[in-house]
């Protein structure tokens, strides 16, 4: 057991790929080279993949269901705890060698595609039919963090949890409460669907090869009915965008700029402080409450132009 390994309460023993020498000695042998246009950054420390493991909660009759496996570091660990694992690859090469890295484990499925464009609802329906909880489990390639999660929760799939490993500083937003820079629309999408709780901060070090930018590992516990109640999703959404447009701004400008004109504008004064909003104040000071309060009186408001 090596530095990295001890204490993780995982088993790790000498088929595990999770280690420095383990990924090169694969990535060499089978002549692979890395691709950073596919976020190709793999984890290679024991501790990391302990906390993964513990925040996703599994159990032998729950299933996980992990985007991008690349030689299976995570794969095989989640494979020791969960009842079913359903990994999507989208790199053809990785194949031949999650098949022998996952040779052990009778339990783990690899699906060859791109996780953006698959039936998700379809694969969990199919493959997790009769388990009790199905969580996503990954680490997610970089460049379409924000697509996949937004595809996860807008989809409604029936999760219980997506922890994730991600970009510290998108974990910082998903993340954040009102008032500080980093709390912007995706952490109202992120919130309105979830509990978001940043589980570790992960240093660049752990990966082969390095990325450019320290990550974190963050539990999103998906709510069983959204933060707040709205009549119309889509335009909560579209109030929300509509307020961050343009972040130095009063709400009042940003919302004057969407859905007012000249003329109707000033109504629009009396519509934010009937519903307790200062017109000066910004977007990222509102809370998701004072959003949904803000999107009911928008919609009521003849005024307001939603096809703007
Ligand atoms: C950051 S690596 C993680 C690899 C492995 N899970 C680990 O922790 O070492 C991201 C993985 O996602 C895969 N990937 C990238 N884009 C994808 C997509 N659109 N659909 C499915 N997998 C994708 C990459 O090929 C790569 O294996």
Redesign the pocket.
Known sequence: MNQNEQGTGLSMSAQDV?TPGR?KEILKKNHLVL?KS???????DGNVLRSIISAAELAPDKGAL??????????QQLAKEAGRVVA????RR?LPILEETLAPYETAEVIH????KLDLRDIISEKFAGMSGISVV???????TTPIIMKLLEEKLPLENIVV?IQKEVADRMAAKPGGKEYGSLSIAVQYYCEAQQVAIVPRTV?VPQPNVDSAVIRLRLRKEPAVAVTDEAFFFEVVQASFAQRRKTIYNNLAARFFTKETKPELEALLLGVGIEPIRRGETLSMEEYARLTEALLNCPSCNRSK
Request: proline share 5%.
């Open positions: 999770a990924t691709k596919l976020g190709q950054n793999f984890l290679t992990e985007i991008g496996p690349g030689i299976g570091a995570l794969t999507v690859e989208i790199d990785l595609g791109d996780v953006l990954a680490n997610l390639p970089y460049y379409i490993m990966f």
